[in-house]
């Protein structure tokens, strides 16, 4: 935002105050000034003083010449106000006495902040790649402050497709591990009753609690299916060593699971045909397609991918 003088003291002197159009509520805000004097002009020393809507001095600073009547200010550096809405604040060219340090008002401008809410990132994991009609399931939610602010306690709602809400949770007081400042939910629902996928939301609404957040929302789907009347082993082994493969993904559309340290994961499914695919790093995936009509177990053997030279890619 930009303000022009309103030549309170001297209507021939111009003051210019340029700001960001918008910043984020307590965060740093960057502010330039800059004087023009009449020709022949001298008034001595020169400084900048940045006041609030209240009158308070936020900083002061000595203006430079940086052209023929041109005075300037290093960039000021202030807090924007922690709360939402436009502030009204004043810059005020003073001039300084080199003889008792006294400083007179020569001029002022009004310029306008704009404080807006920080935002917020919401996030989802955990949740199941597939959920038995009417059955509780359990997911994470998380947000994160890009300023890195608190969110504990901030309060988040599942809602079904009709905006209906169906179940809720509370961000905790300790953050994710291994990160900085994502504040995290175990949250909790009740798949719907029809069998297909299901476009629902978690939502945090804004809040002012400490600084201003502004309100987000996080699409997700829940894919409800029929009850499952059987179980599958899947088992992961290296085909030349037969050592079992950790951390296999293993597919069956929608089912997914991950094996082991034994090489093992288990699905619980409805019966029927499936394409299994299962892939692990540095292994070529395999895919087939299975006939499930009771508990099974299938064996994929996985090979090593081959080795490449760099140098065959510069031949």
């Not at 400083?103 to 917020?120: E, M, N, Y």
Request: hydrophobic share 45%; aromatic share 6%.
């Amino acid at each position: 935002m930009i303000g022009t003088s309103d030549r309170t003291a001297d209507s021939a002197v111009s003051v210019e105050v340029s700001t960001s159009a918008d910043v984020a509520a307590g965060t740093a805000l960057s502010i330039a000034c800059s004087v023009r004097l009449p020709a022949g002009c001298d008034l001595g020393k020169l400084s900048i003083s940045i006041r609030d809507h209240d009158h308070a001095e936020l900083e002061s600073v000595s203006l430079k010449p940086v052209g023929e009547n041109v005075y300037a200010a290093d960039e000021i550096r202030v807090s924007a106000p922690p709360t939402e809405g436009a502030h009204v604040w004043r810059a005020i060219l003073l001039s300084v006495s080199d003889k008792d340090g006294a400083s007179r008002i020569v001029s002022s401008t009004d310029f306008t902040i704009v404080v807006k809410a920080h935002a917020s990132f919401l996030n989802l994991w955990d949740l199941p790649s597939a959920i038995a009609v009417g059955e509780r399931f359990a997911f994470r939610a998380g947000i994160k402050c890009p300023v890195g602010c608190t969110q504990a306690g901030r309060e988040l709602g599942i809602f079904d497709a009709d905006g209906v809400p169906v179940g809720i949770g509370r961000l905790r007081e300790s953050v994710w591990p291994g990160t900085e400042a994502l504040y995290f939910a175990d949250m909790e629902a009740t798949a719907p009753l029809i069998a297909g996928d299901h476009r629902w939301e978690v939502r945090a609404a804004a809040t002012g609690m400490g600084m201003p957040h502004a309100g987000c929302v996080h699409t997700f789907t829940v894919k409800a299916v029929n009850a499952a009347d059987c179980t599958v082993r899947i088992e992961a082994f290296d085909a030349e060593t037969q050592v079992p493969i950790a951390g296999a993904r293993v597919v069956m559309h929608p089912y997914r699971a991950v094996t082991g340290q034994d090489g093992v994961a288990t699905i619980r499914l409805v019966k029927g045909t499936y394409k299994l695919l299962v892939s692990a790093s540095r292994y070529v995936g395999s895919a087939e397609n299975v006939d499930v009509g009771h508990n099974a177990t299938f064996r994929a053997q996985l090979t090593l991918e081959p080795a490449h030279d760099p140098a065959s890619f510069y031949v």
